[in-house]
């Protein structure tokens, strides 16, 4: 059987799980939100008083939670479910936001993760978004694209979505938040953020989504001219 599998990475904030959300829609494949399942272990951390930084308290955590990540067929969304309870809000609050970075720092966390996350990618045809799906997860995806935008264009994103879930922050705060998730994402020691050496970087500073959704299937396509 063909299967499929597309990688798509980058830093916070570049439109991974927007454009990877469209792009499997379009092209009929499952989706998975890897973030998500980070952001889950911090929010069950979270919920326990688990300090973000006891690696082996955290891996309890995560080894405990009973974590399900529905795929809507329709929007191709993800809904994450923690211990039966659905989180997929909450998994964006800026509480989880502020701890996630360090959560998924962690060896026997990321360990615990991946391996999660690689047996999805054996089950079939898929499009997956986080930040080492073209050089850890899936190292043998079909396609790899790397996503990236400045830290202010990045930074007006995630308020427009903190907004739209009803969180006020300021601008610069969240500029600065980026820049020091940026750093901590790309300078820690396991899995760091990186560019796959066969990955495509598509800078989505000066595009909408609707652009970015034509480059990125252009490319699958094999129709891309800057390639
Ligand atoms: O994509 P996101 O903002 O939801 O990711 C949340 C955090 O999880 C971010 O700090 C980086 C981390 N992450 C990771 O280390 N590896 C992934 N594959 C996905 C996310």
């Known amino acids: 059987m ?6 798509i990475d980058g830093p916070a904030g570049a439109g991974k799980s927007t454009i990877a959300r469209i792009v ?13 399942m ?35 067929k329709e929007t ?17 609050q800026p509480e989880v936001n502020a701890s996630v970075s360090l959560v998924s720092s962690h060896k ?15 089950q079939g045809c898929i499009v997956m978004d986080g930040r080492d799906i073209g050089t850890v997860v899936m190292p043998d995806a079909d396609w790899k694209i790397f996503l990236q935008a400045s830290v202010e264009e990045r930074a007006r994103r ?4 903190l907004q739209r879930n009803g969180h006020a922050v ?9 820049r020091q998730r940026d750093h901590s994402d790309s300078t820690r020691e396991v899995s760091p953020l990186r560019k796959a050496e066969d ?28 390639v």
Do not use: P, W
């Open 2 to 7: 063909l299967t499929v599998k597309i990688a």
């Open 76 to 92: 191709k969304s993800n809904l994450v479910y923690l211990n039966g309870e659905d989180v997929t809000s909450a998994i964006r």
């Open 199 to 226: 990955a495509i970087e598509v800078d989505t500073t000066h595009m909408n989504i609707e652009q970015v959704v034509d480059k990125v299937l252009a490319i699958i396509k094999g129709a891309d001219e800057d």
């Open 108 to 122: 026997k966390v990321r360990e615990f993760i991946v391996a999660l996350q690689k047996e999805i990618g054996r």
């Open 38 to 72: 980070y952001r889950a272990v911090t929010l069950a951390a979270l919920k326990k008083g688990v300090s973000c930084a006891d690696e082996e308290a955290l891996l309890r955590v995560a080894t405990s939670m009973d974590l399900e990540i529905v795929f809507e």
């Open 24 to 36: 499997a829609k379009r092209l009929g494949l499952r989706y998975l939100d890897t973030g998500a």
């Open 158 to 161: 995630r308020q427009k979505e």
């Open 170 to 178: 300021d601008l610069v705060e969240l500029e600065e938040q980026i």
